[in-house]
């Protein structure tokens, strides 16, 4: 009777732990998962970072649009080498550094100057003491001084409306490469180059392709003229061969 409990005892204090075999074999299975799922996890990663410019642009697109549909004015997006930039106007660069230079005066607050000025003048009533026999109101004319702006009043800090713009920078070891409305082949930004995309007050854009790569993929995306929306979009890896 004992060593039958005792025997029943024992098998299930076996079977309630697991053998080396098991432990290693456990342990195998799941080096072997993570080993497959760390590098794609990383690529989707890498995907999604690669993507963010694009799914910027796709926002940019569609305020731009609207700020030109809304205010009855052109607006523009320029690509350069270092970034995508929105604006208003149809403005024409003579190179990067103009465009460079021009935006930092778009993001500068406007100086305010108070300069002094005189008021018209205003009536002073003077009153002799009573008694005298002239004693009756008389009006001097006492200029009043002032130094608020000349024209219309001096605004606070905050209520200085900045003009509207906006960039997406781009890594430089990224290559941006766009391809507009009736150019023959992609054009690359690389120096000083500029390519203005226009977007007209009645909605409609010129149609356009944009292709950002980098050293492990290229990804394309492309924008409808009507209304401007994302409709394709594709990435690609790429094989970058060492030169010898």
């Known amino acids: 009777m004992n060593s039958t409990s005792h025997s029943a005892l024992s098998c299930s204090g076996r079977r309630e732990g697991f053998t080396l075999i098991e432990i290693v074999v456990a342990l ?31 926002e940019l697109v569609q305020e731009v649009r609207n700020r030109a549909a809304r205010e009855g004015r052109a607006y523009q997006i320029i690509f ?25 005066e778009l993001r500068t607050p406007p100086t305010i100057t108070v300069t002094e000025r005189q008021l018209p003048a205003r009536p002073e009533v003077v009153r002799e003491a009573p008694g005298s026999s ?16 000349v024209g219309e ?12 713009c906006e960039s997406i920078p781009l890594d430089l070891k990224t290559a941006c490469a766009v391809l507009l409305w009736g150019d023959p082949e992609w054009d690359s930004m690389e120096g000083d180059k500029l390519r203005t995309w226009v977007f007209q007050p009645t909605g409609m854009i010129s149609p356009a392709r944009v292709r950002l790569q980098d050293a492990g993929q ?24 060492a030169s010898l």
């Open 28 to 58: 195998t299975v799941v080096s072997v998962i993570a080993a497959v799922a760390i590098p794609t996890l990383k690529g989707l990663n890498r995907s999604e970072q690669a993507r963010a410019p694009v799914q910027a642009l796709a």
């Open 80 to 104: 350069e080498r270092g970034g995508m930039h929105a604006m208003a106007g149809s403005r024409t660069f003579n190179g990067r550094e103009d465009l460079i230079e021009h935006l930092k």
């Open 218 to 241: 290229e990804l394309e995306a492309a924008f409808d003229p009507m209304t401007g929306e994302l409709t394709a979009e594709s990435v690609r890896p790429i094989t970058v061969t």
């Open 153 to 164: 009043p001096v605004p606070e800090a905050g209520e200085v409306e900045m003009p509207w």
């Open 134 to 149: 002239s004693f009756s109101a008389k009006q001097a004319m006492k200029p009043m001084a002032s130094s608020h702006p």
